[in-house]
T-cell receptor
Framework: GAVVSQHPSWVICKSGTSVKIECRSLDFQATTMFWYRQFPKQSLMLMATSNEGSKATYEQGVEKDKFLINHASLTLSTLTVTSAHPEDSSFYIC?????????????FGPGTRLTVT | GQNIDQPTEMTATEGAIVQINCTYQTSGFNGLFWYQQHAGEAPTFLSYNVLDGLEEKGRFSSFLSRSKGYSYLLLKELQMKDSASYLCAVRTSKSNAGKSTFGDGTTLTVKP
């Protein structure tokens, strides 16, 4: 199967600071990656679709200036939470389909737990 | 808009069979997925249906009826480790690399 990693696994930051989360496809190229957030006991909410070499596509209600996405290479997408506030505390998960495999599913990273104090 | 419904919680006994239902109303359909997610971990892929019918994979089977907007995940010979959240997701994009919309998940508790 394909492997997706995320870094860091967890992070605690102070209100008003920015945090960068990395998502890497380790053994395949990902022209598309997805970023989700998940609150406790709730499902995955898609935030944006990250496209290599072009601008990300944000879902309705997601502030693009607050959640900056950069997909500069075929194996790396980053999500930067700018001016973080306690309400941004959540579990952030990325995923990517492996087009080259011909398989339909998405491969998920292990997630990043963000706590804003 | 997209609407995907699943029961919130289910409880079953070890060794039994459980069926988790999912109904959907989406603008576009290009496949339905079932994922398993243990608490604090990322989802892992279980099954995929794009045509009507039953797909079987070991203890897990998934069924799809596109005309009814309905799917179910069937888990046989339940084990304690099957206690997890089960997410139904519909890919709405025409692209096979397109985004999916997730249901709220069904938390399954397996009791001894």
């Amino acid at each position: 199967g394909a492997v997706v990693s995320q870094h860091p696994s967890w992070v605690i930051c102070k209100s008003g600071t920015s945090v960068k989360i990395e998502c890497r496809s380790l053994d395949f190229q990902a022209t598309t990656m997805f970023w989700y957030r998940q609150f406790p006991k709730q499902s995955l909410m898609l935030m944006a679709t990250s496209n290599e070499g072009s601008k990300a596509t944000y879902e309705q209600g997601v502030e693009k200036d607050k959640f900056l996405i950069n997909h500069a290479s075929l194996t790396l997408s980053t999500l930067t939470v700018t001016s973080a506030h306690p309400e941004d505390s959540s579990f952030y998960i990325c995923s990517a389909p492996n087009r080259g495999s011909g398989r339909p599913e998405q491969y998920f990273g292990p997630g990043t737990r963000l706590t804003v104090t | 808009g997209q609407n995907i419904d699943q029961p919130t919680e289910m409880t079953a006994t070890e060794g039994a069979i459980v069926q988790i239902n999912c109904t959907y109303q989406t603008s576009g359909f290009n496949g339905l997925f079932w994922y398993q997610q243990h608490a604090g971990e990322a989802p892992t892929f279980l099954s995929y249906n794009v045509l009507d019918g039953l797909e079987e994979k070991g203890r897990f089977s998934s069924f799809l009826s596109r005309s009814k907007g309905y799917s179910y995940l069937l888990l046989k010979e339940l084990q304690m480790k099957d206690s997890a959240s089960y997410l139904c997701a519909v890919r709405t994009s025409k692209s096979n690399a397109g985004k999916s919309t997730f249901g709220d998940g069904t938390t399954l508790t397996v009791k001894p």
